[in-house]
């Protein structure tokens, strides 16, 4: 199994393909198997690297006591160092986006292009009050008697509550995907879940300066998903210098387990022009 040392642990990674690379960001409690497995068809012209969070997958956890979007920012610039990485495009889902923004902001020079899916920025917006502030605090109290696991479920199904799925379907369809590609997985270990779950609850105190995002960005977001996912996009595209908001239609927070064929296509489009001045991409008929 592919390794890395980055920043003071084992990262697992799977590559795919030649050309551009492509560095992808799972979600919270996810792993890269879902990534490997809908970005697959872009390996006919692009280099997809897939990877497992700190905490997640075959990287498993550390020995730090708390993470931060800080803390993956700095796993993923030693990740692209470790792999002497040419400015990569980075696209990251959910966690995944929050962690790919905060590293965008911190270091544009390094990669060519950002893109988010189904994520947020540090603001709280309106509207979003008790599933940012309210929800987190029950989980936290609730954490040393609840399994956090539990609780990591049950905030995925509130934000789904809010949209217009409960997210069933979802996440069948993701748990297959996830076993046809390696069925024997290791669980996330219950006190990396808790320190995903207090990153999580803490993320309002953090922030990110958008507006040193300077590499072409497209912002995505489910129109299933909660009503804030899309103002979250669009407090970016405000700040950012070039940025480009799509809704992807049939989808919800995991859009790429719901509609892999339309961000494909998005994603396609925009590297095109986000990278194409640097390589000479080979666009295949698939």
């Not at 990877?51 to 730090?64: I, K």
């Not at 708390?66 to 990740?79: Q, R």
């Not at 069933?168 to 990396?192: K, S, V, Y």
Request: net charge negative; proline share 6%; with cysteine.
């Amino acid at each position: 199994m592919p390794t890395v040392r980055t920043n003071g642990i084992q990262t697992y990674y799977e590559d795919y393909g030649e050309g551009p690379p492509i560095v992808f960001l799972h979600g919270a409690t996810s792993d890269h198997r879902l990534w490997a497995e809908r970005a697959r068809p872009l390996a006919a012209d692009y280099r997809i690297i897939v990877y497992d969070l700190r905490g997640h997958g075959r990287t498993g956890g550390s020995e730090r006591t708390s993470y931060t979007t800080g803390l993956y920012a700095e796993d993923l610039g030693a990740f692209i160092n470790a792999l002497e990485l040419d400015r990569p495009a980075i696209c990251g889902l959910s966690l995944g986006g929050m962690i790919a923004q905060t590293y965008a902001a911190e270091s544009p020079e390094t990669i060519g292009a950002l893109c988010t899916l189904g994520t947020r920025t540090p603001e709280i917006l309106d509207g979003e009050w008790v599933e940012r502030r309210l929800v987190p605090k029950i989980g936290a109290i609730l954490s040393p008697v609840v399994d956090p696991n539990h609780i990591m479920e049950l905030l995925y199904r509130f934000y789904a509550w809010r949209s217009d799925d409960d997210g069933t379907e979802t996440l069948r369809n993701a748990e297959r995907i996830q076993n046809e590609h390696a069925a024997d997985f290791p669980a996330m270990a219950d006190a990396e879940v808790g320190k995903v779950h207090d990153l999580l609850r803490r993320y309002p105190a953090e922030s990110v300066a958008h507006s040193m995002i300077t590499i072409p960005s497209l912002l995505l977001y489910g129109e299933r998903e909660s009503e804030v996912a899309g103002p979250h996009a669009e407090y970016m595209a405000d700040t950012i210098p070039v940025a480009e908001v799509r809704r992807i239609p049939n989808a919800g927070h995991n859009s790429h387990v719901d509609n892999p064929e339309f961000i494909l296509d998005l994603l396609r489009e925009f590297l095109a022009i986000a990278v194409g001045d640097r390589y000479e991409i080979n666009r295949s008929d698939e």
